[in-house]
């Protein structure tokens, strides 16, 4: 199991090493020069040059991403184009920021979620059930900013309970930080529950169809009973492998969320960044996302791995 | 009622009327709205009125007016590139099922490393490259939706090409074509059709999502999503005018949903417990 389980970590290494390489060549590769593109038509031959240097364009491609490669394993992006700053300052703190929206919205997401997905499974069929998977329905269909700026207009501009924009600094006392991020926790938190309420029921269903539940209920047992103490313990990893792929999709949902309340995190600077075509900063979130994605995704494998005896054998 | 054999449920029929409807007027489009697209017909952010029904938007534009073209736009983009997907996705799939071996293992592979990272995250950086424009938009879309396709494809085409009339296509003689073609695609087509609902939701939402952020369809044309960017000033003087277009979008993909959601459910019914009386 042990192997398995370090085989399954090596792996995501694996694949954050190529996805840095394709973010690279992507980013700084195929777009031609990035130094006259910055400098625009004014520039002359030895200015070129000159900044071509600065960025160390001059050197051959595998030696520029080996070194960015070196740096950014040491926590340092390079500098913004636009404004000269060292990345990891600005990065750094919007990146807590980001955790503290995804984390709120996960923990009252992971609640709500899995209780109203297990009821939806014990009372499949009925009126608890339709109206949870109608609900479900029209949350997976509503665009985060749908339901952002319809929170704002009700809760913050009609009726003055929250601020519309969720600006916070490093000094933000923590009770109005809460409360400053509560309505992009929410809107996140209905996007999310729906995905897991609808995967949450169809795992304890699937395990619904299995001869032994069949046995239980050929026992005389009650509904409930069966759910809870045949069904649930069987679809338990299924269920925590969902909630480690919503947090993956939490964290990259902020995007458009951060963007709609203007909230200083990842997904904003990276937005800011691709409309100011500054290459640095966009590789430096990427590689952030793309670090944080596969971290869960691996570790929603190890999990199950722990979790199900099943997956503990090769095939 | 019924179609196609099926009952219907409600959910199912309003989801039906919803699309019918959308692409009424998406195919109608300058013959029902009221005004031009880029005719001003009032001041900024004007309230609903009897000549404007849903008000006007930011530079005095009729909204109604602009949804209805905003709905050309906006559907036909992503059905477009949905379709596009397909024939990618498919293709790929496909090939790589028949023919197996290194064909299949650098194909999968690359499409890991797309999948391993959001898509959002993949079409903001390509985009960056691209630049922005209507062809750059719908092609990255495509090709990053294309490897989500091309997982059902191949599993699905892989379950085909075990099975015995494939082997004999493969006795006869025939090419890779006609096994893909005549064999294995006619024998994946329903899973595919819901599956193809489901694309075309996503593809609408993040392209929708784009247009949002200001990356997605350039100006000067109408679409929901830019819509919203636009008119979203008007918000903190609680001016409702950004929410039509994304309720727009809200409801099309509803209608889409439900009728998946009830295709889905003729496939496999949720077995349930059988032994429950």
Redesign the interface.
Known sequence: MIRLILMRIGLGLLTLFVVSAVIFLLTQILPGDVASSVLGQNATPENLAAFRHELGLDQPALSRYLTWLWGVLHGDFGVALTNKRDIIQELAPRFRNTLFLAGYAALLALPISVGFGILAAVREGRLTDRVANILALICISMPEFFVGYLLILNFSVNHEYFPSLATVSSDTPFGERVWAVTLPAITMTLLVTAHMLRMTRNSVLAIMSTPYVEMAFLKGLTRGRVVTRHALPNAASPIISVIALNLAYLVVGVVVVENVFTYPGVGQYMIDAVTKRDVPVIEACGIVFASVFITLNTLADVLAIVLNPRLRHPR | MTIFGQKAPA?ALVGLLIILLNVLVAVAGPMVAPYGETQVVGGGWDPSSATTWFGTDQIGRDMLTRLIYGARMTIGIAFVTTILSFFIGITLGLVAAVLGKWVDVVISRLV??VL???L??WA??????LGQSLTSLVLTIAFLDSTRVFRLSRALGINLVALDFVEVARMRGEGLWWIIGREVLPNAAAPLMSEFGLRF?FNF?FI??LS????GVPLPYADW?GM?KDN?GG????L?A??YP??A??IL??G???VV?WFLSIDAR???????M
Do not use: Y
């Open positions: 959910t890991d490393v391993s990272i959001p959002l995250i903001l950086m390509i985009l960056n490259v939701c939402l929708a999502a949002f952020l200001g990356l999503g919203v979203v918000i903190s003087f609680g409702p950004a929410l994304a309720a979008i809200a993909t509803v889409i949903n439900l959601d949720p077995s349930g417990a059988q032994a429950e």
